[in-house]
C-alpha cells in the first residue's frame, strides 16, 4: 500500500511568488491534515479536511495560505504571496474514517518550502 | 490544551531497552497518549497510542500510571534505526477535529 506522498520534496521561490504544495493521502482515508515546522520552531498544525470539507482550521496563520481538497481525494496548499517565514517543512498526514476515539494519522515526507 | 513535559535528550546503548518518560499531569479523562517519533528527514510515524491500560505492538511498549499523570514509552531493544525524536501527544478532539500538538520531543541517541 502506498503511503502518504507530497510534492515537490523542495521548492525555492522568492518572496511574493506563489506555490502549490501538493498532497496525495492514503487511498480511502477520508481525514487529511497539513502541518507545518518553520526554523526552529515545533510542528504546528494548519488545518483538517473530512473528505473535501475543512473540518477545522484553526491553524491557518493568515489568509496567504489556501487549502483545498478537490473530491475528497488530493489537496493543495497554496502560499500566495509567500513570505520570508512561510520558510519551512510543511507535512500532510491522512487517517482513516476516526470512531470518535482513536486514529493513527500517516506522514508524508514533507515538502521543504525555502522562501529567499 | 493538555500539555506534555519530555527530557530534551536521552542515549542509550544498542541493543539495550529505553524507557522514555512523559508526564501530564493535567490529562483530562477522554484524553488519549499518543507517542510519533520522526527520525532525520522524515515524516513523523506512529509509534503507540492509550488510554488507561499498558499496551504493546510490534513497535514498543506504552506503560501509563495508575493515575494516567505520567507514561513511559518502552523500546525494547535499542537499534541505530530507532535514533530518532520522539514525542508524547494528548489527543485533543475540539470540534471534532483531531489535530496534534507536537512539543519539543525528547531526541534519542543510540550508541553502537
Known amino acids: 500500500e502506498a503511503g502518504v506522498t507530497q510534492f515537490p520534496s523542495h521548492s525555492v521561490i522568492e518572496k511574493g511568488q506563489t506555490v502549490t504544495l501538493r498532497c496525495d493521502p492514503i487511498?480511502?482515508?477520508?481525514?487529511l491534515y497539513w502541518y507545518r515546522r518553520v526554523m526552529g520552531k515545533e510542528i504546528k498544525f494548519l488545518l483538517h479536511?473530512?473528505?473535501?470539507?475543512?473540518?477545522?482550521e484553526s491553524g491557518m496563520p493568515n489568509n496567504r495560505f489556501l487549502a483545498e481538497r478537490t473530491g475528497g481525494t488530493y489537496s493543495t496548499l497554496k502560499v500566495q504571496p509567500a513570505e520570508l517565514e512561510d520558510s519551512g517543512v510543511y507535512f500532510c498526514?491522512?487517517?482513516?474514517?476516526?470512531?470518535?476515539?482513536?486514529?493513527?494519522?500517516?506522514f508524508g515526507p514533507g515538502t521543504r518550502l525555502t522562501v529567499t | 490544551d493538555a500539555k506534555t513535559t519530555q527530557p530534551n535528550s536521552m542515549e542509550s546503548n544498542e541493543e539495550e531497552p529505553v524507557h522514555l518518560p512523559c508526564n501530564h499531569s493535567t490529562i483530562s479523562g477522554t484524553d488519549y497518549i499518543h507517542w510519533y517519533r520522526q527520525l532525520p528527514s522524515q515524516g513523523p510515524e506512529y509509534v503507540i497510542h492509550g488510554l488507561t491500560s499498558n499496551v504493546n505492538n510490534r513497535m514498543a511498549s506504552l506503560a501509563i500510571a495508575e493515575d494516567r499523570k505520567s507514561s513511559t514509552l518502552i523500546l525494547h531493544r535499542a537499534t541505530l534505526r530507532d535514533a530518532a525524536v520522539y514525542y508524547c501527544?494528548?489527543?485533543?478532539?475540539?470540534?471534532?477535529?483531531?489535530?496534534?500538538?507536537f512539543g519539543k520531543g525528547t531526541k534519542l541517541s543510540v550508541i553502537p
Open positions: 501527544i494528548l489527543s485533543y478532539s475540539g470540534a471534532g477535529s483531531y489535530q496534534l500538538t
Open positions: 479536511f473530512v473528505k473535501e470539507s475543512k473540518q477545522d
Open positions: 498526514a491522512s487517517s482513516q474514517k476516526t470512531s470518535g476515539e482513536t486514529y493513527e494519522q500517516y
Open positions: 487511498s480511502g482515508h477520508d481525514n
